[in-house]
């Protein structure tokens, strides 16, 4: 089993910034993809970015230019700053970690990011 612990959310102001972290533990598998999802109250659970082997990663439009995805070398820790924080950011963010070929799939429990205008 693996135990995602996220950790960083919070309550700021529009414009603000924000570094959430999450760190993998227990029987991790590599190599691996980890990423970040959010929910917003009464909305499905979509993708934020993602970062997968070889420095490979993803984000979604509305978070290009502002959002970093970073791990650490041992593919255990995921971080997202975010930078230029909106309103429409609020959302409880997930981490997620998956095995490259989606066999594997694990969520961590989540964290309130909350940002007022």
């Known amino acids: 089993q693996v135990q995602l612990v996220e950790s960083g959310g919070g309550l700021v102001q529009a414009g603000e910034s924000l570094t959430l972290s999450c760190e993998a533990s227990g029987s991790i598998f590599r190599p691996n993809a980890m990423g970040w999802y959010r929910q917003a109250p009464g909305q499905q659970r979509d993708l934020v970015a993602f970062?997968?082997?070889?420095?490979?990663?993803s984000y979604a439009d509305s978070v290009k230019g502002r959002f970093t995805i970073s791990r650490d070398s041992a593919e255990s820790t995921v971080y997202l700053q975010m930078n230029s924080l909106k309103p429409e950011d609020t959302a409880v963010y997930y981490c997620?970690?998956?095995?490259?070929?989606?066999?594997?799939?694990?969520w961590g429990q989540g964290t309130q990011v909350t940002v007022s205008s």
């Open positions: 997620n970690l998956r095995s490259l070929d989606g066999s594997s799939d694990y």
């Open positions: 970062s997968y082997t070889g420095r490979v990663t």
